[in-house]
Each structure stands twice: as C-alpha cells, then as structure tokens.
C-alpha cells in the first residue's frame, strides 16, 4: 500500500506522508511560469541597445526613413518574444549550459553595441553585407540616389538584423560548447522525460 492511500485510508487527505520521493520535488520545483511583460521589456532593451549603433549609422542612408527603421526593430522584438514564449518550456532551454550561452552572448553584444569603435565597426560590417542584399531592390546605401526610402529602408533593417542573428549564432555555438565542457549537466539519457 503506497503512502497517499495511506492517507486518504485513514479519513485525512491532507495527512502527511512519511516518504517524499525525489521525482515529486523535482516536479514541484520545475514550475516555471512565463511572464509576457518580463519578456517584452528584456527583449525591447536588448534589441533597442543593440539596434543604437545601427540606427545612427543608418540615418545618414535613409533620410526621412527612421520609421521604418524602428518598425524593424520592433518586428524583431516581437519576433524575440515570441520566441522566446514559444521555447520557454523546451527542456533543452533549462540546460544550464544553454542559459549560461545565452545569457553570455547577448552581453556581448550589448557591450559591443556600447563600446564606441567597436559598435561601429561591427554594425558597418553587417551594414555593408544587408546593403549588398537590398541592392538586389535596385537602391544602395551611398549607391545611385544615395538615400534610401520607404519599404526598403525596412528590408534593410530586417536583413541587418538577419546578418547580425547569424553573427550571434555563430558566437552562441562556441560558447555554448565551452559552456557545455565547463557545466557539469546530466547526460540527455539521464534527463527525465
């Protein structure tokens, strides 16, 4: 006879166990609830510090532009929302070298983003290769008109943005294997279904 029946046997439900198994705390201890308003303002400020030295450089190209430069990054914010609401119950997300990844890659880039010469320098760059996809639209940063306009001006943003996530990913990768080395974790087969 188990424990619980023991105690619903005897007339009281809120009766007291004498055993506490292992897999009943990790259960109450993994509860985890996602906060919407948590998660719009981490995204917001980090999409927002990391958009900064991107959106000084990309004034000089897009004139009248910035609206749709700032749809952009809010298309990214929602896209980081959602993302993140979408994974937040993914056991791999709970993996400590994942967080720890994470965490380390977009303090990177916010410090990056901060450290004058070298957020110009990076956001110049992915600058430079988003400009060479919109040039496919028949417009150029510095290009015949020199000014970009409208909905290019957005293409541009989110192909910045794109080159910028792929650029992050690839230092999420390596960190994530060096985190991974250093974090003592259970093997997958060890982790509960």
């Not at 749709?68 to 056991?91: E, H, K, P, Q, S």
């Amino acid at each position: 006879m188990s424990d619980n029946q023991n105690s619903t046997e005897s007339g009281n439900p809120y009766a007291p166990t004498s055993v506490l198994r292992p897999s009943d705390v990790a259960e109450s201890a993994d509860v985890r609830v996602f906060n919407l308003g948590k998660s719009v303002f981490v995204w917001t400020a980090v999409c927002s510090i990391s958009a900064a030295p991107s959106f000084i450089l990309g004034l000089s190209f897009a004139g009248n532009g910035w609206p749709w430069m700032v749809l952009g990054v809010l298309i990214f914010i929602a896209v980081y929302v959602a993302a993140d609401r979408t994974t937040f119950d993914w056991l791999l997300r709970r993996r400590v070298a994942v967080r720890l990844s994470l965490r380390i890659t977009y303090i990177i880039r916010i410090v990056t983003s901060i450290v004058f010469p070298v957020a110009f320098v990076v956001d110049t760059l992915c600058g430079w290769v988003s400009a060479q996809m919109v040039a496919i639209f028949g417009q150029t940063p510095g290009g015949p008109g020199g000014v970009l306009h409208g909905p290019v001006v957005l293409i541009w943003t989110l192909s910045q943005g794109i080159v910028m996530n792929g650029l992050l990913s690839i230092i999420w990768v390596i960190l994530l294997g060096i985190c991974w080395f250093f974090t003592k974790e259970p093997s997958s087969a060890e982790l509960p279904d």
